[in-house]
């Protein structure tokens, strides 16, 4: 099969969806088929500023990034005015448009290179609903009467992602929607947004982080051997739950535990106000971007992944956690509900409930052994359910069965 894959950032964009297109489209390859990816050139939502090559090949991937427009802050401010809009019952489109325009990343030079070369693909693959990429993507397959799929990475606490019409045309003339969870499947129909829903799952290649040495990790990140090291594993936008996660270890630090919280992601204007008014402590180890191996180092040197958020599709950190056999702290999310089960991988509570949080942590403290027991069912979790192989299964599959349906 000859495929376009499209997609608003790839790697080395740092993202949960960023990875599961990536390693899609590899996966593709592997399995002899031609896969072109096209993105921007960006490795920053918050701007789009180009800074990546124009052209790479990425594990057998041909990719042609484009340059964007920069979203300023008054686009930023657009963006809000037309999310208001909708917010307040209106369906105009101009609301819409605003939106759109807001969203980015608005690549002229792409839209030229889908009008020209779309036809040279059986199928198109859009991941990441909510950014204007898709919508563009939907249309340049429309018009070449080429057959497309949507990974949407949908939030269902979180609008922005799916609810905008728009988004809800491209999601229902996709000849097949992939949701990455059970939840997001059910979500999805329940919407009456697509009624064509396979669960794909989000997948992790076990090869791609080799276990490394637990003393040499924490050595690094200048932790003692003794010391219970919870971590924060992502970027820090706000509603990923990085400051309950810093309230709840400075909790256990005034009650006499010893507790360090590594927190190691790109920073954000969110973050960066955070640290300002945190107070300088032993008991928080900060990183901003980190290379792969140093990303490795975390997860070995760690406890426990902490993700207390507020909105997730899936969230890829829990497989990386598990593939280390830690256990983790998840946002009670219908999401994270449809594949983890409390107690038996790791524990999920309440998105900004830091008392719930501070008591699973100081459970775990106190259960070194239950914990490591929490963390090796997530590790056979992720070799029964998320792995490359299976996920490349079911999307392939289903590339097929559209193809067929296709022919005449």
Known sequence: MRLLHISHQYPPAVGGSEQYIAKLSEEMVRRGHDVTLFTSRSKDYRTWEDALPAFEWRGGVRIRRFRSLTRTPRLWRLME??????????REAWHEKMIWLGSGPLMPQM???LRQHATDFDLIHINNLHYSHA???????????RPYVVTPHIHPEQPNTYDVPYMHDVLADAAAVFAVTEAERAFIQEKSLSQFVSVSGNALDPADFPLEDRTQARAQFGLSEQRFVPL???????YKGLESCVEATLALQRGGHDVTLLAIGPETEESAALWQRTPPSAGLVVRGHVTDAERRMALAACDVLLLPSEGEAFGIVYLEAWRYGKPIIGGDLASARSFITDGQEGFLVPPRDVEALQARLLWLMR??????AMGAAGERLLHRRFTVERVGDIVEATYRRILRHQAP
């Open 111 to 113: 839209a030229w290179a």
């Open 232 to 238: 924060f594993l992502g970027r820090k936008t706000a």
């Open 135 to 145: 919508a563009l993507a939907a249309w340049a397959a429309r018009r070449a009467d």
């Open 367 to 372: 259960h070194p052994h239950e914990a490591r």
């Open 81 to 90: 005015r037309g999310y208001e809009g909708l917010r307040n019952g209106s």
